[in-house]
C-alpha cells in the first residue's frame, strides 16, 4: 500500500509563497511593477478582520505592496461604489477585493459588478465567471484555486480521475466542478457533482478517486462514505463552540476519515491557507497581465 500523505496547507503554502516571490523578483528586474493588492473592508466582522490580516501579512511575506481601505458597518453604497470607481481608475493597485459578506444594506451583486473585471483578484465578476467556465484566462476565484495549487504541490494527478465534488457554491462547489473537467493541465478528470438535493450521497462519494468536500457542515463525511485508497480535499470551515471556545471543524470526520483515505487535507491547516496562495497567485498574475 502507498503511504498516508498529510495534504499540509503550511508547507505547501510556504513552498507557493516562495515561488511567488521570487516571480515578483524576477518580474521587478523585467521593469513589472511590484505587485499591489488592496481590500475594501466594512464593518468589524471579527472572522473578516482576521481574514484581511492574514492577506496583507502574505502580501508583506512575498514582496507585494497591499492597502486597506475600511469603512464603517453603515457606510452608504454610494460612497462605497464611488472607493471601487477610485479603485478602478488607480494605475498603482494592479487587484483588489472586497471582502464578503457586506452589511444587508449594500447591494453584493452591485457592487461586484462595479469591479473592473482586470482588477477582480477574487474572480467573483461575471466576466471571469464566464472566462473561467470558458476555458479562457481569468482569475479563478481563490480557493477552487487554492485547491489545485494544493493537489498540484503533491504531485496528485487528476487526469482521468473520478472527481465528487459535494457542495455547488458559486465561489466553491461550482467552479471547482468546472474546472476539474475541463481539458487543461489541472483537469481532465470526470465530475460528478453531488449537492443537498442529490439522493444517496454515500454512492457517489464511494465511487471518487478525488473526493472534495464543500458542502458547510461539519463532519459531513465520514469513514464509510470514503473508497479505501481515495484522496480527500476538505474546504468546510464551520466555526463551533467546543468546551467554550471558538474551534473550526473541517467538513470531513478527519480521525475517521484518515483511516481508510490515502490522502487527506486537515482544517485547520489544509485549504484555508491555500486559498491565501490563490490570492495571491491572481494578484500577481494582474500586476503581469496575464489574466
Ligand atoms: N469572505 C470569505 N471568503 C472570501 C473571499 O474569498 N473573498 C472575499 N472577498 N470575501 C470573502
Known amino acids: 500500500m502507498t503511504p498516508f500523505v498529510l495534504l499540509d496547507g503550511k508547507e505547501a503554502s510556504k513552498a507557493w509563497k ?15 511593477h511590484r505587485p499591489h493588492l488592496a481590500a475594501l473592508l466594512v464593518g ?24 486597506l481601505l475600511r469603512f464603517p458597518s453603515d457606510v452608504q453604497q454610494e460612497e462605497l461604489l464611488e472607493a471601487i470607481d477610485a479603485l478602478n481608475r488607480r494605475k498603482d ?9 457586506l452589511p444587508l444594506h449594500i447591494d453584493q451583486k452591485a457592487i461586484l459588478l462595479a469591479i473592473d473585471p482586470k482588477k477582480d483578484v477574487d474572480g467573483f465578476h461575471p466576466e471571469n465567471v464566464g472566462r473561467m467556465a470558458l476555458n479562457l484566462t481569468t482569475f479563478i476565484p481563490a480557493t477552487p484555486l487554492g485547491v489545485l495549487l494544493l493537489l498540484k504541490h503533491y504531485s496528485i494527478q487528476t487526469e482521468g480521475k473520478h472527481v465528487v465534488v459535494v457542495g455547488r457554491s458559486q465561489i466553491v462547489g461550482s467552479p471547482m ?18 449537492h443537498s438535493k442529490t439522493k444517496n ?26 473508497k479505501p485508497g481515495a484522496v480527500v480535499i476538505d474546504v468546510g470551515i464551520n466555526r463551533l463552540e467546543v468546551d467554550g471556545k ?46
Open 18 to 32: 516562495e515561488t511567488i516571490r521570487l516571480q515578483v523578483v524576477s518580474g521587478l528586474e523585467k521593469n513589472k
Open 44 to 67: 468589524d466582522n471579527p472572522a473578516s478582520n482576521a481574514y484581511v490580516a492574514g492577506k496583507i501579512k502574505d502580501c508583506e511575506e512575498v514582496g507585494f505592496k497591499s492597502t
Open 93 to 101: 493597485v494592479n487587484g483588489y477585493i472586497v471582502q464578503l459578506p
Open 177 to 194: 466542478s468546472i474546472l476539474l473537467s475541463q481539458n487543461n493541465s489541472f483537469g481532465n478528470a470526470t465530475v460528478t457533482l453531488v
Open 201 to 226: 450521497v454515500s454512492d457517489f462519494t464511494r465511487m471518487a478517486d478525488i473526493l472534495i468536500a464543500a458542502i458547510g457542515k461539519p463532519k459531513f463525511i465520514t469513514a464509510d462514505m470514503v
Open 246 to 291: 471558538s474551534r473550526l471543524i473541517g467538513d470531513v470526520d478527519f480521525d475517521n476519515v484518515k483511516e481508510v483515505a490515502s490522502a487527506i487535507s486537515p482544517v485547520p491547516g489544509g485549504v484555508g491557507l491555500m486559498t491565501r496562495i490563490g490570492l495571491l497567485m491572481n494578484t500577481l498574475n494582474a500586476t503581469h497581465e496575464t489574466r
